[in-house]
């Protein structure tokens, strides 16, 4: 057979799509891929009922259509605190896995570095990859997942033209505070370099924090691009419908790179989605209570059955520690990634290996979602509290 390109031996397919497939196959409950097992507001399914006949359903304008770009500018420039132009500094993408990918595709040459701090989501190292761009990557510490600026400096003196921003930051539920985004800002800013934030969880920040975008901070939005999503916000993600906002300049060069990737996202949910993005503030704050009541019961779950977590302070995810189980001789010389495949089959709960997220050797925790209905965190709970229980030397 002829030679595949180098490129695409240099990194897997996504673990975190991989384990949702050993987890289909199992009938497992499935807390690995981070999408809700409930349905989109009532609203926005109507709208989409009366699209199926009334269209659009041809190719909607490349960079998103007209009245999509209007509502999202308008939501948008609430939390920016900027009128945003719907139609030179917004490109509307295939979801935020697009936006990131042409972001990083807009502003990297082959060669170029990027700063990604770790954990990540493992979208961000394919996204370099496929760009041409070599990561550096900076440490989030743990319990707080703070990070040394020394370390952000040092990459952007060496070079780096961006940094990846996830806020808050899927796995480990870290919310960037404005005084951190400041600081990054002004690096940026002395360096001359582009902030590349991912807030597709920008509504799920639990209280006391507060989402604060790059991008609204004063003297920053012409180094900010801003990749976001309706996926997780409106329970679709399935729609495929996301958007970068950039100054007009990168915005427009962003146009080329997504009108050659995917010429456009699906028009009629589009259509269907603007019902949903000219939604009252009402609907964001139902949303943050509902998030915040689901991670509060499901972390008092796993606290009941004694499981180390961390607490997220924003997204749906929760990290726990399996040091524990590892130290048991059934379970000696066990990678995660192995874990959690006898996880699915012996527990019947699907989580990700944390391996997929960081740069550093790391071997001792899973990441789980909680974006589903109550009765099946608590079944979750139910089935790990089975696997606490060989902790204990009561299981077999
Ligand atoms: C941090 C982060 N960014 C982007 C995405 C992808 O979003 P979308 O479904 O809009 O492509 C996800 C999905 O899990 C995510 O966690």
Redesign the pocket.
């Known amino acids: 057979m002829p030679k595949l390109s180098d490129r695409v031996g240099t990194f897997t397919d996504s673990v975190i799509r991989r384990m949702t497939r050993i987890s289909d196959a199992c009938g497992a409950i499935n807390l690995s891929q981070?999408f809700p097992d409930y349905d989109p507001p009532r609203e926005m399914l109507d709208a989409l009922a009366k699209v199926a006949y009334e269209g659009p359903h041809q190719y909607a304008v490349t960079f998103g259509a007209q009245n999509f770009r209007e509502a999202l500018a308008k939501k948008a420039g609430r939390t920016l605190g900027r009128v945003i132009d719907p139609d030179r500094e917004i490109v509307v993408t295939c979801?935020?896995?697009e936006a990131?990918m042409c972001a990083v595709m807009t502003v990297c040459n082959p060669g170029d570095k990027i700063l990604v701090f770790s954990p990540f989501?493992e979208?961000y190292g394919a996204d370099a990859i496929l760009s041409g761009a070599d990561p550096i990557y900076v440490p989030l510490v743990p319990p707080e997942y703070d990070f040394d600026l020394n370390l952000v400096e040092d990459g952007f003196r060496r070079g780096a033209k961006a940094i990846i921003v996830?806020n808050p930051s899927?796995p480990c539920g870290k919310v960037f505070s404005r005084e951190e985004l400041t600081a990054i800002g002004e690096l940026a800013l002395r360096y001359d370099a582009f902030i590349i934030t991912?807030e597709?969880?920008e509504h799920l920040v639990y209280a006391p924090y507060t989402h604060v975008a790059a991008a609204s901070l004063p003297g920053l939005f012409d180094h900010v691009i801003t990749c976001n999503?309706l996926?997780k916000t409106y329970a679709v993600?399935g729609w495929?419908l996301?958007y970068v906002i950039a100054p007009e300049e990168v915005a427009e060069a962003a146009k080329k790179v997504h009108d050659f990737l995917t010429v456009g996202a699906p028009a009629p949910l589009q259509e269907a989605a603007v019902v949903g993005l000219n939604f009252p503030e009402s609907y964001y704050e139902e949303l943050r209570a509902l998030y915040t009541d689901k991670r509060d019961h499901f972390l008092a779950g796993l606290d009941s059955i004694g499981l180390k977590h961390n607490v997220p302070r924003g997204t749906y995810f929760v990290m726990v520690d399996i040091s524990d189980f590892l130290a048991l001789p059934a379970f000696k010389g066990m990678t995660d990634l192995e874990f959690c495949e006898w996880m699915i089959k012996n527990i019947g709960v699907a989580a990700v290996p944390g391996s997929s997220f960081f740069r550093e050797e790391v071997n001792d925790l899973i990441r789980l979602h909680f974006a589903r209905e109550k009765e099946t965190l608590d079944e979750v709970i139910v089935r790990l509290g089975k696997m606490t229980a060989l902790l204990n030397g009561q299981g077999s």
Do not use: A, H, K, P
Request: hydrophobic letters at 10%; a neutral charge; proline letters at 0%.
């Open positions: 981070g979801g935020g896995t990131m989501y979208n996830c899927n991912d597709v969880y999503s996926s993600t495929r996301g």
